[in-house]
């Protein structure tokens, strides 16, 4: 009986907690916006223009422990529609998306049983990938 009691309070206290005074730094993740295109054109990164919205979600993302952040935003087009992708950093975690007003219209996968939350079931059969728009760095 312990076990079904520990075995959950176990995973949930894995994922941490966020630092809330915790300043973003540039180096902390790459964003491939137009903010320093000379500098993104040396490096090779795509520019892409973000909406304010998710850009303000992504500079969020910098405020979490390293084992909190999403790995990676995504653009895709999905039913005509430009939305955004957030893969998550664990299997446990639903992986979002939202439109680019940051609404958020579900999660397709991801969760404790990888199905998601079922509010975009057709999102794998119907998203058409784009370009990654944000990637957290390795650590």
Not at 23 to 29: N, Q
């Given at each position: 009986m312990i076990k079904f009691v520990l075995i959950p309070l176990a995973l949930m206290l894995s994922c941490g907690s966020t630092k809330s005074n915790q300043?973003?730094?540039?180096?902390?993740?790459i964003i491939t916006t137009s903010a320093s295109e000379k500098s993104l054109k040396d490096s090779g990164a795509v520019t892409v223009a973000l909406?304010?919205?998710?850009k303000n979600k992504i500079d969020s993302f910098k405020l979490k422990e390293a084992h909190?952040?999403?790995?990676?935003v995504m653009e895709y087009m999905y039913k005509g529609k430009k939305v955004y992708y957030v893969v998550m950093p664990c299997c446990d975690f639903f992986n979002e998306v939202y439109d680019e007003k940051c609404n958020y219209l579900g999660a397709p996968n991801g969760g404790f049983t990888g199905k998601g939350d079922g509010k975009i079931p057709d999102f794998d059969a119907e998203a058409?990938?784009?370009?990654t728009v944000w990637k957290a760095l390795e650590k």
């Open positions: 300043s973003a730094i540039a180096e902390d993740s909406p304010i919205c998710i909190e952040q999403p790995q990676s058409k990938p784009g370009k």
